[in-house]
């Protein structure tokens, strides 16, 4: 389900005005939830204390990310939209 909710890119400092979770259909995303930017793929935390919305993950936080199959679906999904080809 889709949100209305402001946030910029750590990363790439894109305004983002709306996210899409990828588990419960009507949960509202809340501090500590991951987030992709639909710009540069960047991986980002919410924190309501930020004046962005979002701040970098640690890297202890991005390996917890990077094991979750949810996300590894959404970074493969935003890779074939943006035509972003992976060298393996
Ligand atoms: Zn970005």
């Not at 809340?30 to 979002?54: F, H, N, R």
Request: with cysteine; glycine share 8%.
């Amino acid at each position: 389900m889709e949100h209305a909710l402001e946030t910029r890119c750590p990363f790439c400092k894109r305004k983002n005005d709306h996210c899409s979770n990828v588990g419960s259909e009507h949960s509202q995303p809340t501090d500590g939830d991951v987030t992709m930017c639909i710009g540069c793929g960047g991986l980002a935390i919410y924190d309501s204390k930020s004046e962005s919305g979002l701040r970098v993950p640690s890297v202890a936080e991005i390996i917890d990310v990077l094991a979750d199959q949810d996300v590894e679906k959404a970074m493969m999904a935003w890779q074939r939209v943006v035509g972003y080809k992976l060298d393996k």
